[in-house]
């Protein structure tokens, strides 16, 4: 069992020593790419010209060995933050990334405070 375990470790450390890439998926990158054409449709749901043209750059981009986060932030910077589905964690929208974890936590305190008070 130790064995397994160190070969794994072993595995993702030597990929990450020799530089040995992680292998893009276009598919996941259209999938994360909103159609500024279609409403609300990724451009791998659209037929529009701009989505096969989207398609294209992001081909291109992987082509010219371009990571996962640099095809976004081009395409972001390209078209705004609105083109991606699931924007990156920056100053201008903190707020809405942590949000959520603030009121579950008020939320788990609140529920928690009532529940004592009727104990």
Not at 30 to 38: G, I, S
Not at 78 to 95: C, D, M, R, T
Request: net charge positive; hydrophobic share 45%; glycine share 6%.
């Amino acid at each position: 069992m130790k064995l397994k375990i160190f070969l794994v470790f072993f595995m993702f450390y030597t990929q990450s020593l020799f530089g040995i890439e992680k292998i893009i998926d276009p598919n996941t990158i259209h999938k994360n790419l909103r159609c500024l054409v279609c409403q609300g449709q990724s451009i791998s749901d659209s037929n529009s010209d701009f989505a096969q043209t989207i398609k294209l750059v992001v081909k291109d981009l992987i082509n010219e060995g371009k990571t996962e986060d640099e095809i976004y932030s081009f395409m972001s910077d390209k078209y705004g933050e609105w083109i991606v589905f699931k924007p990156q964690l920056n100053a201008q929208n903190s707020l809405l990334w942590i949000l959520p974890y603030i009121a579950l936590i008020f939320g788990g305190f609140f529920i928690f405070t009532l529940v004592k008070k009727r104990q």
